[in-house]
């Protein structure tokens, strides 16, 4: 049941479903959604809280079509009980270049864990609230391979819920930055090199499944709002054009990776594995309740996949984010990426999530390409 609500802490339009009812989240909304992403951790042998700090709806640095939060509330107390964001931007899907919806920061607080009825509320919320006709009917979404409660909820096939249909394996790589000379031949980017760029990127990205669709217009939006620089793109030069691309983005003023506690075992070791990390190659782990010192390494397009060339974006992409003060460089392919394998060479610490197109019942077909996928972590 849809309606317009303003009580027990609800604004906008809502859904409701006994006792708790799903919202469109409004500015007053926002000190709980990051309160929720705060203090609920993703778990895993690190775990780790990722934060949007200081503006949760700040944080799509204005590339989406469309962005939203729904956050679920229990009717009688008003109290935030889950959240789930949608955004929707361009993307190459089947080679043509499509409105694709993306599901994630699904967080729910202990107290109502384990109740499908939220989980079934908030998916009816995004489907009757937030789906326009011009997206397409599914959504991509990553559940990380070691959250195997989550999977086996969503992907059971349990009555209300939209089928979880796999899309490939995602691999997140952590790179512990080294202080290097830039390698010959890998140039910082000028502003007249940004069209150059966003040729190469679309030329590239075509190809592959779900990957994102970068304009100038796209590049030079990020550019003025200052999360990226004309010279954190570093490029490989072809004659006028641009033959490898890669950027250092440092998204430190609107989202945050913070450690919120180690296994038992890592615990334990944590100062010897930071006593060899410069040995190991591995990154440095910092104490609980501090940020992660991380940049991404995105914008990743190189012609024909040269391996030369990327390892040399890669070595230069860790030479200037160390020289920006981060310690750990991410970047994320999938597993059957040959950039994959290069990065994984380095002895990186790798972080492996399973993709998924979430398919409403009565929707259109989901595609069925063999496409490689290729999603932009800086953006998921």
């Not at 709002?225 to 490989?236: I, K, T």
Request: glycine share 8%; hydrophobic share 45%; charged share 20%.
């Amino acid at each position: 049941m849809e309606r317009n609500a303003a009580q027990g802490g609800l604004t906008g339009r809502t859904y409701v479903a006994g006792s708790l009812a799903f919202a469109v989240a409004q500015r007053e909304d926002e000190p709980d959604i990051r309160r929720l992403l705060r203090e609920n951790p993703l778990d895993g042998w690190v775990r780790l809280s990722l934060e949007r700090e200081p503006d949760a709806f700040a944080t799509d640095f204005g590339l989406s079509r469309s962005h939203a939060f729904i956050v679920a509330r229990d009717r009688a107390t008003g109290e935030a009980a889950g959240i789930c964001e949608r955004s929707v931007r361009e993307a190459f899907v089947d080679g043509e270049v499509r409105r694709l919806p993306y599901l994630g920061s699904l967080r729910v607080t202990p107290r109502y864990r384990h109740r499908i009825r939220l989980l079934r509320g908030g998916f009816e919320a995004v489907r009757t609230l937030l789906h326009k006709t011009s997206d397409l009917p599914y959504a991509l979404t990553s559940i990380t391979a070691d959250n195997e409660q989550a999977a086996r909820v969503l992907c059971a096939g349990l009555p209300g819920l939209p089928a979880y249909r796999p899309a490939g394996e995602l691999a997140t790589f952590a790179i512990r930055t080294r202080a290097l000379a830039l390698p010959r031949g890998v140039d910082q980017a000028t502003a007249d090199d940004i069209p150059a760029i966003a040729v190469l990127l679309q030329r590239n990205y075509r190809r592959f499944q779900f990957a994102p669709v970068w304009s100038a217009c796209e590049l030079r939006q990020l550019i003025a709002a200052g999360g990226l620089r004309s010279e954190d793109f570093l490029v490989v030069r072809r004659g006028p054009g641009v033959r490898g691309s890669l950027a250092v983005w440092d998204q430190s003023a609107a989202k945050q990776t913070v450690v919120r506690g180690y296994s038992p075992w890592l615990r334990r070791l944590r100062p010897l594995v930071n006593l060899a990390a410069p040995l190991t190659g591995m990154p440095r782990l910092p104490p609980p309740g501090y940020p992660l010192a991380q940049a991404y390494l995105s914008h990743v397009a190189v012609e024909d996949d040269d391996p030369a060339v990327f390892r040399s974006l890669l070595a230069a992409g860790s030479a200037l984010a160390r020289r920006r003060g981060f310690d750990i460089a991410l970047t994320g392919f999938a597993t059957g990426h040959p950039f994959a394998a290069i990065v994984h060479a380095r002895r990186a610490a790798v972080y492996r999530s399973l993709l998924h197109l979430v398919h409403w019942p009565n929707a259109a077909a989901v595609t069925s390409s063999a496409r490689l996928p290729h999603v932009e972590i800086a953006v998921l």
